[in-house]
């Protein structure tokens, strides 16, 4: 029997002995555990301190609290902190979604939050804002859908560049990073 390339379904092969019901069967369960499983692959993950951010320099979040919606091991808390790892192998799709709370009084200047993969210069999603000295916390967000292959890893990113020049921080508990496999 053979198999096809993305899900691995099985399919009846040239030269296999026609059994319909038995065949029929077989690609049925494959296909109904893959629907089963669609969403499965899921973490949200926290940072219950803040985050020192220096200017002008971008910087990878790290996250200390995982709450799952899957049984796999998308991310570490002893380990690079900062990575969400695609499970499986292939080609994929993400869902990713992030949210970070910048503090108050840090100047006038650029803040930007994106995904990266692996570490690679292409940034994902991008939300850049550009604002005047505020005196209370500016809050930003970003979502979308990354491709990865399994095995890779996601990061969310953060970025101010300040007239000040001074270093900034992110509101301690505001950090936020999700995934969820959708494809």
């Known amino acids: 029997m053979g198999t096809t390339t993305n899900y691995g379904w099985p ?14 069967r077989s690609l049925a369960d494959a296909i109904d555990l893959t629907v089963f499983n669609l969403g ?6 926290t940072n219950s301190g803040g985050q020192t ?3 002008d320099t971008a910087v990878a979040l790290t996250f200390d609290t995982n709450t799952y919606i899957s ?13 969400i790892v695609a499970t499986g192998t ?9 949210s970070a709370q910048f503090a108050s009084g840090i100047g006038n200047g650029e803040r930007r939050l994106y995904f990266r993969v692996n570490g690679a210069a292409t ?3 991008d939300v850049n804002d550009e604002a005047t000295s505020i005196s209370i916390p500016w809050k930003m967000s970003t979502a979308g859908l990354v491709p990865v292959t399994g095995g890779q890893y996601i990061e969310v990113w953060a970025y ?24």
Do not use: E
């Open 160 to 183: 101010q560049n300040q007239t000040s020049g001074t270093t900034g921080a992110l509101v301690s508990g505001s950090a936020r990073f999700g995934a969820m496999r959708v494809r």
């Open 123 to 125: 940034q994902y999603w």
């Open 71 to 83: 049984t796999a091991s998308l991310h570490s808390t002893s380990s690079n902190t900062s990575r």
């Open 40 to 45: 499965k692959d899921a973490v949200l993950c």
């Open 11 to 24: 399919y009846p092969a040239s030269t296999d002995t026609p059994d319909g019901a038995t065949q029929i």
């Open 53 to 55: 951010l220096t200017d």
């Open 90 to 98: 292939g080609s994929q799709l993400w869902a990713v979604f992030a």
